[in-house]
């Protein structure tokens, strides 16, 4: 296994890249294309950890990722939250009055609507934020303009001509840290438990197995489903929790879920990140 490379999807200077570093400022960054990628360079050892967006707090979730997890050998390890600031970065020396086009990701070009339209800019496509800067970076045309991260704008050489243009200010991401082998951390209140459960063909199965939660007194953090694979007969549902397996109240409320689903997979016993738990 490679140490000290942390891999994302993306190029560099996007949000997945700046994550990373924050997460790991000591660790060498790594872009892959897809999120297949990043998990297939965990496994085959190319990189130590991978970190992948799960969910924002206006796009909601990442279907993709949800599905790759079903299906993979690897381990959270770790979740790291991320205000999401979208800055307009343009050519060295440009002037916001020279401006006519932005180019950026969809989802970024919604999230700072409210700027565009009273800059009176064109909208442009791109694939990713980063990538908008890179190509306005090459391009040096000074009539267009990139939605992108501080980290773009020092990578590509891009003037930051206004800063936080996105409408609303608490925007951000989760990010999740993937990993070849579990770690083991001590119960404390920072821990979080995540599991994939596939639910029985029961009447009122969901409910009944999230009864002793409830019971238990475990703190649900998160829980989201899904149709895997487009079967339209099962739901696969994605659970966080507030607790550690070793507590005999989380035994107790896994022991209930079992007892209504078809399976129960382990995806992670790790540390949340702080700002989960800074209003609790």
Same mark, same amino acid.
């Given at each position: #296994?490679?140490?000290?490379i @942390?891999?994302?999807?993306? $190029?560099?200077?996007?949000?997945?890249?700046m994550a990373?570093?924050?997460?790991?400022?000591? /660790?060498?960054?790594?872009p892959?294309?897809?999120?297949?990628d990043?998990?297939?360079?965990?496994s085959?050892?190319?990189i130590?950890?991978?970190?992948i967006?799960?969910?924002?707090?206006y796009a909601?979730?990442?279907?993709?990722?949800?599905?790759i997890?079903?299906?993979?050998?690897l381990h959270?390890?770790?979740?790291y939250?991320?205000k999401?600031?979208?800055?307009?970065?343009?050519v060295?020396?440009?002037?916001?009055?020279d401006?006519?086009?932005v180019?950026?990701?969809p989802?970024?070009?919604?999230?700072?609507?409210?700027s565009?339209?009273e800059?009176?800019?064109?909208?442009?496509? %791109?694939?990713?934020?980063? @990538?908008?800067?890179?190509?306005? /970076?090459e391009?040096? =045309?000074?009539?267009? %303009?990139?939605?992108?991260?501080?980290?773009?704008?020092?990578?590509?050489?891009?003037d930051?001509?206004?800063r936080? $243009?996105?409408?609303?200010?608490?925007?951000?991401?989760?990010f999740?840290?993937? /990993?070849?082998?579990p770690?083991d951390?001590?119960?404390? =209140?920072?821990i $979080?438990?995540?599991l994939?459960f596939?639910?029985?063909?029961?009447?009122?199965?969901?409910?009944?197995s999230?009864?002793?939660f409830?019971?238990?007194?475990?703190n649900?953090?998160?829980?989201?489903?899904?149709?895997?694979?487009?079967?339209?007969? #099962?739901a =696969?549902?994605? @659970?966080?929790?507030?607790?550690?397996?070793?507590?005999?109240?989380?035994?107790?409320?896994?022991?209930?879920?079992?007892f209504?689903?078809?399976?129960?997979?382990?995806l992670? $016993?790790?540390?949340? =990140?702080?700002?989960?738990?800074?209003?609790?």
């Amino acid at each position: #296994m490679t140490k000290n490379i @942390i891999g994302y999807q993306g $190029v560099e200077g996007a949000h997945s890249d700046m994550a990373c570093r924050r997460a790991y400022p000591y /660790a060498q960054t790594k872009p892959y294309s897809t999120f297949e990628d990043v998990f297939e360079a965990v496994s085959n050892g190319e990189i130590e950890i991978g970190i992948i967006p799960i969910e924002n707090s206006y796009a909601g979730r990442v279907a993709e990722v949800h599905n790759i997890l079903a299906n993979t050998e690897l381990h959270i390890i770790g979740e790291y939250f991320q205000k999401i600031e979208h800055h307009l970065l343009a050519v060295k020396g440009t002037k916001i009055g020279d401006i006519k086009d932005v180019v950026s990701h969809p989802q970024a070009l919604m999230q700072c609507a409210k700027s565009i339209k009273e800059l009176g800019l064109n909208k442009i496509e %791109a694939l990713n934020t980063a @990538i908008a800067a890179k190509n306005i /970076a090459e391009s040096g =045309d000074k009539t267009k %303009a990139a939605i992108a991260s501080e980290l773009a704008a020092e990578i590509y050489n891009l003037d930051i001509l206004q800063r936080n $243009v996105q409408t609303a200010q608490d925007n951000q991401t989760i990010f999740i840290a993937v /990993a070849k082998e579990p770690i083991d951390p001590e119960p404390a =209140d920072n821990i $979080v438990t995540t599991l994939l459960f596939t639910i029985r063909n029961i009447p009122a199965a969901l409910y009944k197995s999230l009864g002793g939660f409830a019971t238990n007194n475990v703190n649900m953090l998160k829980l989201e489903s899904y149709i895997p694979g487009g079967q339209s007969d #099962m739901a =696969d549902f994605f @659970i966080s929790f507030q607790g550690h397996p070793k507590e005999r109240r989380v035994q107790l409320a896994i022991e209930e879920l079992g007892f209504f689903t078809r399976k129960v997979k382990l995806l992670g $016993v790790y540390p949340g =990140d702080s700002a989960r738990f800074s209003n609790s």
